[in-house]
């Protein structure tokens, strides 16, 4: 009786997910999948800032570039 109960359950099993054995992969499938994918990776960089990192990293460069001004730095004394 367990044996037919195990066997009838794993038919039933194997009958609700037969569809993950389908190829359901096709063109237009593929083509929806990554227009939605460019969307969100778009809105991601939109709410993350990522999109204005180049422009801020091109103003932060030129304040790194500019010299070192050290004329009001303490006078330093050389130890014997």
Sequence with gaps: MNRLMLSLA??????????AFADTS???HQATTQDAREQLDAQRARI??????????????????VPVDTSDAPAQVSQP
């Design 10 to 19: 794993c038919l039933a099993l194997l009958a609700t997910h037969i569809n």
């Design 26 to 28: 096709t063109a237009s």
């Design 48 to 65: 993350t800032g990522v999109d204005r990192v180049s422009e801020e990293a091109a103003d932060s460069n030129a304040m790194v570039d």
